[in-house]
């Protein structure tokens, strides 16, 4: 669930169910589906590399994308949510649904942990 900032911007609300996210289950296959074919090893656009836990975190021209525990803080909820202008659209097909949006704010929030 999330709300909107006195700024506009949407914020991420506690949920309890975010410990449960994996990696390796819940966010790469959505990483593969909606990133990868831009930031995979062989293009790498911005430097970044959705393929693996290592690449989210620590690549990328503006690195690191990913700031555990502070969704608000990290690139990548800032570009998937719309809120980050510098650039292009991320994912430049338009916004991903709120679901699949909550998912990544949610681990990231949770720790963006590896698992």
């Known amino acids: 669930m999330t709300r909107r900032s006195s700024e506009g911007d949407r914020v991420a609300i506690a949920n309890p169910e975010a ?3 994996s990696f390796e289950v819940d966010i790469l296959p959505l990483l593969d589906e909606e990133c990868y ?5 062989e293009r790498l656009k911005g430097g ?3 393929s693996t836990y290592e690449g989210v975190m620590t690549s990328g021209d503006n690195a690191p994308v990913v700031v555990p525990g502070e969704s608000r803080n990290s690139l990548l909820a800032q570009k998937i949510m719309g809120i980050q202008a ?3 659209e991320m994912p430049p097909q338009g916004l991903m649904d709120e679901a699949r949006i909550q998912l990544i704010i949610d ?3 949770a720790g963006a942990p590896n698992n």
């Open 37 to 41: 074919y831009c930031h995979k090893p």
């Open 86 to 88: 510098e650039g292009d």
């Open 48 to 50: 970044w590399d959705s």
């Open 19 to 21: 410990a449960a996210i």
């Open 107 to 109: 681990w990231i929030n």
